[in-house]
Nanobody
Framework: VQLQASGGGLVQPGDSLRLSCQAS????????MGWFRQAPGKEREFVAA????????VYADTVKGRFTIPRARAASTVYLQMNTLKPEDTAVYYC????????????????WGQGTLVTVSS
C-alpha cells in the first residue's frame, strides 16, 4: 500500500495551496482519510480528517475555517485545500488512511504517506 502526497511548495502568507493524496489500488475507499503535519522541532499533529463517505470532516482548531478536506464518496484520493496560509502552517504534511471508516485526532492510522513540504514565508 502506498500513499502519494503532492502539492507542497513555497507560498506567501495569505496565499492558498491544495495538497493531494492518492492511495494505491482501492486502499482507503472504505476508510477514513486525513492529514497531519510536523513543523521543524515539533511533534506531528493532527490537521483534518474525513470519513469514507466524504462526510464527517473534523479539523484542528488551528486550521478550522481556513482549511477544508474534500473527498468524493469512497474515493482513494483526498485533498487538503489550504487558504489564508500563515507562517505557522509551515510543516511537512502527511496524509493518512485510518483503520476505521472515519477519522479524527485520536483514531488509529493504518497507513502513512511520505510527506510533502509546505513553506509559508514572505
Amino acid at each position: 500500500v502506498q500513499l502519494q502526497a503532492s502539492g507542497g511548495g513555497l507560498v506567501q502568507p495569505g496565499d492558498s495551496l491544495r495538497l493531494s493524496c492518492q492511495a494505491s489500488r482501492r486502499t482507503g475507499s472504505n476508510n477514513g482519510m486525513g492529514w497531519f503535519r510536523q513543523a521543524p522541532g515539533k511533534e506531528r499533529e493532527f490537521v483534518a480528517a474525513i470519513g469514507w463517505n466524504g462526510g464527517n470532516s473534523v479539523y484542528a482548531d488551528t486550521v478550522k475555517g481556513r482549511f477544508t478536506i474534500p473527498r468524493a464518496r469512497a474515493a482513494s484520493t483526498v485533498y487538503l485545500q489550504m487558504n489564508t496560509l500563515k507562517p505557522e502552517d509551515t510543516a511537512v504534511y502527511y496524509c493518512a488512511v485510518y483503520s476505521s471508516s472515519f477519522g479524527g485526532r485520536d483514531q488509529r492510522v493504518a497507513y502513512w504517506g511520505q510527506g510533502t513540504l509546505v513553506t509559508v514565508s514572505s
